[in-house]
């Protein structure tokens, strides 16, 4: 059994290490400054210091890290892992610098892996290329998206066209301007077999019909330096036909595609929190004085460190086992294990924050630290992909039916 990196990840970690503190982290609050000085602040992609990082992150090779193929970097799900775990450090900021960044990621795998010519012409390059963004639409207000066959939005075939009609919310990147296509799931036949009723369409920003009507808030963050979440109409919007992608039917299964390395990116992003919470916890430790001794000399503060760590070491070989098994033997075989890292991250890095917060006293619930945006961030992780509850079922599901088959035996 190897733990080591291999040449290729260790090469790009260190590469990815050193421009992360010369470059990306002290250019932080400058971001923070250059949008709240915006016209738009949703327009966070056009801040002068983002495309210069951008710029500089191409010219170092550390450009669509994430994705696979001859359209990204080529890089497997164990060589991408640790990388992804290093922009969590500015989880909010850093994947964005990379082009790397949610639900561009996931948007790009979709049309790299599903897209026709024509459509990976007009909108994977300009996405590749950092020129334009894109959102993802697929949950709706008035049903349970947890269960994603229960979702309304209807794509109806008329002549060479198909007209979509629905509301959707949670629309993550859409209140940035520069997000020019978004990725609607609806259904194109209801009466077919549960499974097969959705379908996947590409809808340009500006079609007549798309009314993107607010922003939404978690926890009353807006989160507009990474574009925000959306809450957007469609009414009797029409586009050609060859916007669907793939066939119709086939919405269902390319969104389980399209989740598969997404949870590997988020979950590795999340160690990358924890990590830097770990690091924000010892130092705060370390200064302050309570009853005469330091914190760091506190039996409960040092049980919280030592958990953190135990918790985190054990969070981080999960998911690059999973990662290891989505290389060998595919996502569909790896499917326990990219449940059980969707389950543990969150939850895990959650009770590092509050370990963190706790130990910073009010300053931790304040804007003066990244703990309370961080906070909400992946408390959110519990929903995003799909509620824990979800994954637990599934997952007790698939090892009751392991156990009793080994029992038959």
Request: aromatic content about 8%; charged content about 25%.
């Amino acid at each position: 059994m190897e733990f080591a990196f291999d040449a290729t990840t260790e090469r790009l970690r260190q590469e990815l290490l050193a421009f992360m503190e010369t470059d990306v982290l002290p250019a932080e609050p400058i971001f923070a400054q250059q949008v709240a000085e915006l016209g738009n602040p949703w327009a966070w992609s056009t801040v002068p210091i983002m495309v210069k990082l951008q710029h500089e992150a191409r010219q170092r090779g550390l450009w669509n890290l994430f994705l696979p193929g001859k359209e990204g970097a080529g890089l497997t799900n164990v060589q991408y892992a640790p990388l992804a775990e290093i922009t969590g450090r500015a989880a909010h900021f850093a994947p964005a610098v990379l082009n790397c960044a949610a639900p561009d990621t996931g948007n790009m795998e979709v049309l790299a892996r599903f897209g026709t010519a024509e459509q990976k012409e007009r909108w994977l390059r300009p996405l590749l290329n950092g020129s334009i963004r894109s959102a993802f639409a697929m949950t709706e207000p008035a049903v349970a998206s947890s269960d994603a066959t229960n979702i309304e939005t209807r794509i109806a075939r008329d002549g060479d066209e198909y007209v979509i009609n629905g509301r959707k919310w949670w629309s993550t990147g859409a209140m940035n301007p520069q997000a020019e296509i978004f990725i609607v799931m609806g259904k194109t036949d209801p009466t077919a077999e549960r499974h097969r009723q959705q379908s996947m369409i590409l809808v340009p920003r500006d079609t007549f019909g798309v009314t993107v009507l607010r922003g939404m808030e978690v926890f009353g963050y807006d989160n507009h330096d990474h574009g925000g979440h959306a809450e957007i109409d469609f009414t009797d919007v029409r586009v050609p036909a060859a916007n669907l992608i793939a066939g119709e039917g086939d919405g269902f299964a390319i969104a389980q595609a399209r989740l598969g390395p997404g949870r590997i990116h988020h979950c590795m992003r999340t160690i990358g929190v924890g990590e830097r919470a770990i690091e924000a916890m010892c130092a705060r430790a370390d200064e302050r004085v309570a009853f005469g001794k330091r914190l760091s000399e506190q039996g409960v503060i040092r049980g919280w460190i030592a958990e953190s760590r135990v918790r985190l070491e054990q969070l981080r070989l999960l998911t690059l086992k999973a990662a290891w098994l989505m290389d060998t033997v595919g996502n569909r075989a790896a499917h326990t294990e990219i449940q059980a890292i969707k389950i543990a991250a969150p939850k895990t890095v959650e009770w590092i924050l509050d370990k963190a917060i706790q130990v910073h006293g009010g300053g931790g619930l304040s804007q003066d630290h990244f703990l309370a945006e961080a906070f909400a961030g992946v408390r959110t992780l519990r929903f995003a992909d799909g509620p824990d509850e979800v994954h637990l079922n599934a997952l007790a599901r698939t090892e009751l039916k392991r156990q009793r088959a080994r029992r038959e035996v």
